[in-house]
């Protein structure tokens, strides 16, 4: 199991992107930039679970899933927050 420490702010929100009970919030990685100034970041998606490949975690009513190589590659543990405009924000809690 993995853990996710999210502000009950942030879980509101997400309850109300969650649209049906099949939909969860996926931790994944996003590739930005192009060339030798692209770089990977952290982020959230919608996405149902793959039985197969994903973990999944419940933080309160909202279920948090990612891939099980993920989880190897950036640890067990994560932190969401909001930065100074808003946007989300997940870091890797360390372990």
């Known amino acids: 199991m993995f853990e996710v420490t999210v502000p009950e702010e942030?879980?509101?929100?997400?309850?109300?992107?969650l649209d049906d009970e099949e939909s969860c919030v996926r931790l994944r990685e996003y590739?930005?930039?192009?060339?030798?100034?692209?770089?990977?970041?952290?982020?959230?998606?919608?996405?149902?679970?793959?039985e197969d490949e994903d973990e999944r975690v419940?933080?309160?009513d909202v279920p948090f899933i990612a891939e099980k190589d993920f989880l190897l590659k950036h640890g067990r543990k994560y932190?969401?927050?909001?930065?100074?405009k808003k946007?989300?924000?997940?870091?890797?809690?360390?372990?």
């Open 10 to 17: 942030m879980l509101e929100k997400l309850r109300d992107m």
């Open 31 to 50: 590739k930005t930039g192009g060339g030798c100034h692209s770089k990977i970041v952290l982020g959230l998606g919608i996405d149902e679970l793959d």
């Open 58 to 60: 419940q933080v309160e």
């Open 79 to 84: 932190t969401l927050s909001f930065s100074d």
């Open 87 to 95: 946007e989300v924000v997940l870091t890797p809690a360390g372990e």
